[in-house]
């Protein structure tokens, strides 16, 4: 199973950039990272999401993140949001979009085997 995740955050005026860079890392590694006019977006493979398989199952939150990537399938593609403010302390926390105080991190994983993704995520 190969897959692309791309995570993107928006860096609000108030915010140090480097901050959002260390969130977004403290949850994924990745291959490239790009900034932009507000915001930051990093990009990698499966290794980037070694980590946050890892933390999903010392959290005991599998369950809850199977149903999140289940609910944000589309196509070949899994979407979901984790909050900026609690990744800058490495700890994934699922969100609803426009629920978090500083802003969300967006997450797009593209697969070739969605199933088996989420079944690789969350094995219990």
Same mark, same amino acid.
């Given at each position: 199973?190969?897959?692309?995740?791309?995570?993107?955050?928006?860096?609000?005026?108030?915010?140090?950039?480097?901050?959002? =860079? #260390?969130? !977004?890392?403290?949850?994924?590694?990745?291959?490239? *990272?790009?900034?932009?006019?507000?915001? %930051? /977006?990093?990009?990698?493979?499966?290794?980037?999401?070694?980590?946050?398989?890892?933390?999903?199952?010392?959290?005991?939150?599998?369950?809850?993140?199977?149903?999140?990537? =289940? #609910?944000? !399938?589309?196509?070949?593609?899994?979407?979901?949001? *984790?909050?900026?403010?609690?990744?800058? %302390? /490495?700890?994934?926390?699922?969100?609803?979009?426009?629920?978090?105080?500083?802003?969300?991190?967006?997450?797009?994983?593209?697969?070739?085997?969605?199933?088996?993704?989420?079944?690789?995520?969350?094995?219990?």
């Amino acid at each position: 199973m190969k897959c692309k995740i791309t995570a993107r955050a928006r860096v609000n005026p108030t915010e140090d950039q480097d901050k959002v =860079i #260390n969130a !977004i890392s403290n949850i994924f590694k990745f291959d490239e *990272l790009e900034i932009g006019e507000g915001y %930051v /977006s990093v990009t990698g493979e499966n290794e980037s999401l070694l980590d946050l398989r890892e933390s999903l199952k010392l959290r005991k939150i599998r369950d809850t993140a199977e149903r999140i990537f =289940i #609910n944000g !399938i589309e196509e070949n593609k899994i979407k979901f949001s *984790l909050s900026k403010q609690a990744a800058l %302390v /490495s700890i994934p926390n699922f969100v609803d979009k426009g629920m978090s105080i500083l802003g969300e991190i967006d997450v797009t994983i593209e697969t070739d085997d969605v199933e088996g993704f989420i079944k690789w995520m969350t094995a219990k």
